[in-house]
């Protein structure tokens, strides 16, 4: 009786861990893909397959700031395209007047 008790828990522990093998493959793979999917989205390493995940990272990092600094660029080009309307409307408005 003593005997079957260890046999049970060995194979126990082989199911355990060949559940726990299939999952961390899983794991890894869905990291790997998404490691790709976020490669094919920088200019930079998109064309680049054999790209380290470092510099997939690095890469990724610099970009977001790119397009942050851009975005804050042309949030500000836009009010002061906003306020010249404002002006321009206004003047417009002024020279009818006068005209009326």
Known sequence: RKCSSPRTSDTEENDKRR?????????????????????D???????NEKAPKVVILKKATEYVL???????RLIAEKEQLRKR????????????????
């Open 66 to 72: 790119s397009i942050q600094t851009d975005e804050h």
């Open 19 to 39: 559940t726990h093998d299939v999952l961390e493959r899983q794991r890894r793979n869905e990291l790997k893909l998404s490691f790709f999917a976020l490669r």
């Open 41 to 47: 989205q920088i200019p930079e390493v998109a064309n």
């Open 85 to 100: 309307r404002e002006q321009l409307k206004h003047k417009l408005e002024q020279l009818r007047n006068s005209c009326a």
